[in-house]
């Protein structure tokens, strides 16, 4: 991930008890992320052929309270282990990796998530990243309880 000057730069990781294989392929496909991501309300793939490298999709979710349109392209890819997105447009420009790799229990899932608020959002960025911390943090619980077949997803 390149970028340093960003103004959010947080990770979040959990222990999901199921085959990375099977992880991966669930967050890889961007029109999963409704399912387990809080706020979001639509994403649909906007390009042809394989979701992987140069892939792009758009998706609609909300942040405090405001709607977030947001385009991104699929710009780093390691088929069954890692993949980044990085938004094209939109209002609160960002970048997301994320990994997966075998543990005893499962499959650890990595997330690194950079950003630079603009607009209304850049008013508040020590706030911001707090917020973007929590949210992500709770995603990933609502993943792996998901994924786990927990019935509090």
Do not use: H
Not at 35 to 43: A, D, I, L, P, V
Not at 53 to 77: D, H, P, S
Request: net charge positive.
């Amino acid at each position: 991930m390149s970028s340093p000057s960003r103004g959010i730069d947080i990770t979040s990781s959990v222990i999901v008890r199921r085959p990375p294989a099977e992880v991966f392929a669930f967050i890889a496909d961007p029109e999963n992320n409704p399912r387990w991501q809080k706020g979001m309300k639509s994403c649909r793939i906007t390009s042809e052929g394989p979701f992987e490298l140069g892939a792009t999709y758009a998706q609609e979710a909300r942040f405090l309270g405001k709607k977030i349109e947001t385009l991104f392209e699929v710009t780093a890819f390691e088929a069954g282990r890692m993949i980044e997105i990085t938004s094209t447009s939109g209002t609160f420009p960002i970048q997301v990796r994320r990994s997966v790799e075998p543990v005893p229990e499962g499959t650890r899932v990595r997330a690194r998530v950079q950003g630079d608020p603009t607009g209304v959002f850049a008013l508040a960025k020590p706030l911001m990243k707090r917020m973007v911390k929590s949210s992500v943090d709770g995603d990933y619980a609502r993943l792996r309880s998901l994924l786990e077949g927990d019935d509090r997803a």
